[in-house]
């Protein structure tokens, strides 16, 4: 192989960034088990490994820009280092919603939730698992999965609208409930935006395959 | 608007098949890389342009290359006229053993111009032309062997263009320079073509990425893309030329 030095670094980026998508991925199960279980150690780890996601961010990004410095990626390979790069933003983002999540649960103070959980948990293990296949389907450069992905965010959609009313409901029966619905409703917003990210994230893999720059699922998975 | 016209051009070294069946349009005003392997056909390609190859005994053309519309390859073509519109820059700087000023003066006189005053405005026309003029103009008398490789490199263009040819064809113009030397060569080309049609043979994939507008990939004497820049080296259409141009093939 002529390029045995390059094909291992860039084999060792994706690595780097499956390795970051895995910690994402953890942070956004654990700050929504956090809130179910009103664990506040929990929320405050998941809070302080999101500067690890960050550090990981700059340091993929680091290593991407040092790779086009000194190896001249052409054509496949140079998209995949781009899309390595844009990866690593979203993912971090990914890890902010995550993080925003730990704190509500942080200022929700003491005491039971309004309700117990089960849509935003469903959420969560839905962006979750989005997340997972995204990743993987950029590994194996897979546009049949890139594509059919995104279509699931119908689902998260939907449980999102299904939160929303339901914690509607629960502020006009009795406007007390006002402040912690309103923080419930935030966890909601968080997870259906991690969801629409990953909607971004397939599009890079259909870009990294083809050259192409398609605009995937039917939402507004664009906008940030 | 194209300049040179290639159509199906097979090209032999007596049984050899060195290029097959290759067409192209040549835009005017624009540069145009030819990349591939060692052996691929692209010089070859490129001295058929200028009918470089005639010189060369055993070998044999089929096809058809027009300038301007004209078939080059015509039985009434003057070869010399022909040269003297489409010039060439070679990989080594070949500057005569002379100064720089009668260096650049040489394809002028030979054409019959001899007035003292025209010479004097064209070779300081050529150098401003090749980038040069600043660094020379006060050793015009001067050996030109006794410049920097890439000077001598600028002077060979200078040159070139001053028998106001239409077409400059390169062929590695800057594999003997230093990086330096290399990107004045670059940033040169860029000027260039706003008065010329330029072809440029190049090894070095980051270059032809650099400069050119059309890229042109060779393989075992074969064209297998051409198309924009731009194109060939973010997405380019055939696999050969993906492995190639990443370092994978070739």
Known sequence: ?224 | MEKIQVQHLNFYYRDFRALQAISMDVEDHQITALIGPSGCGKSTFLRCLNRMNDTIPGTRVEGKVTLDGVDIYAPDTDVVALRRRVGMVFQRPNPFPQSVYDNVAFGPRVLGWHKQQDLDEIVERSLRGAALWDEVKDHLKQDALSLSLGQQQRLCIARAIAIQPEVILMDEPCSALDPIATLQIEELMQQLKERYCIVIVTHNMQQAARVSDWTGFFWLGELIEFDHTETVFTHPQHRLTEDYITGRAG
């Open chain 1, 1 to 224: 192989m002529p390029r045995e030095t390059f094909d291992r670094e860039l084999q060792r980026l994706q690595d780097e960034m499956l390795m970051m998508g895995n910690m994402v991925e953890q942070a956004l199960t654990e700050s929504v088990e956090s809130l179910k279980h009103r664990d506040r150690e929990q929320a405050q780890r998941v809070i302080t490994r999101d500067r690890q996601i960050n550090a990981k961010r700059f340091e993929i990004e680091n290593d991407a820009l040092v790779l086009i410095a000194t190896q001249q990626p052409m054509a496949g390979d140079l998209r995949v280092i781009a899309a390595v790069l844009d990866l690593a933003s979203e993912l971090e983002r990914i890890g902010d919603y995550a993080k925003g999540i730990a704190k509500i649960n942080l200022m929700l103070g003491e005491g039971p939730l309004l309700k117990p959980l089960v849509d935003v948990p469903r959420m969560a293990e839905q962006a979750r698992s989005m997340l997972h296949r995204a990743l993987e389907a950029f590994i194996h450069q897979d546009v049949d999965s890139a594509k059919s992905i995104p279509l699931e965010d119908d689902d998260v959609d939907c449980l999102y609208e299904q939160v929303y009313r339901e914690l509607i409901t629960y502020i006009l029966a009795d406007p007390s409930t006002i402040q912690q619905a309103n923080y419930l409703l935030w966890v909601a917003h968080n997870l259906e935006r991690a969801a629409d990210r990953v909607t971004n994230i397939c599009e890079r893999v259909v870009f990294t395959v083809t050259g192409e720059m398609v605009e995937l699922g039917g939402g507004d998975a664009s906008s940030s």
